[in-house]
């Protein structure tokens, strides 16, 4: 079992900066893909980025290329999510999860942390 717990969420105004965390206690945590995935109030949780286990290849959606980046250092057995440039449109409950492989569908993940609240003001 991989217990993830995100922070770094809260209030920014339109074109600010947050950097989320997730992190776990677990050493194997190294093994894992890790992918961030968002969910607005009343719509599907949606990918957003994901990175392989060593960091070497990392995906994102299209509505955050170039703003978003996600990394990890497993040392820390911590991955990351810095959001630059942020919009409203990016308010949203933001999750992470650890995978096998860092795919664009939720369902392949085995393991999510709880969640932690992103909200851009206009």
């Known amino acids: 079992q991989v217990q993830l717990v995100e922070s770094g969420g809260g209030l920014v105004q339109a074109g600010g900066s947050l950097r989320l965390s997730c992190a776990t206690s677990?050493?194997?945590?190294?093994?894992?893909?890790v992918g961030w995935f968002r969910q607005a109030p009343e719509k599907e949780r949606e990918f957003v980025a994901a990175?392989?286990?060593?960091?070497?290849?990392?995906y994102y959606a299209e509505s955050v290329k170039g703003r978003f980046t996600i990394s990890r250092d497993n040392a820390k057995n911590t991955a990351y999510l810095q959001m630059n440039s942020l919009k409203p449109d990016d308010t949203a409950v933001y999750y992470c999860?650890?995978?096998?492989?860092?795919?664009?569908?939720?369902?392949?993940?085995?393991?999510w942390g709880q969640g932690t609240q992103v909200t851009v003001s206009s």
């Open positions: 999860a650890a995978g096998a492989r860092p795919t664009v569908s939720k369902n392949a993940y085995d393991y």
């Open positions: 677990r050493r194997t945590f190294s093994s894992y893909a």
């Open positions: 990175i392989t286990w060593s960091s070497g290849t990392a």
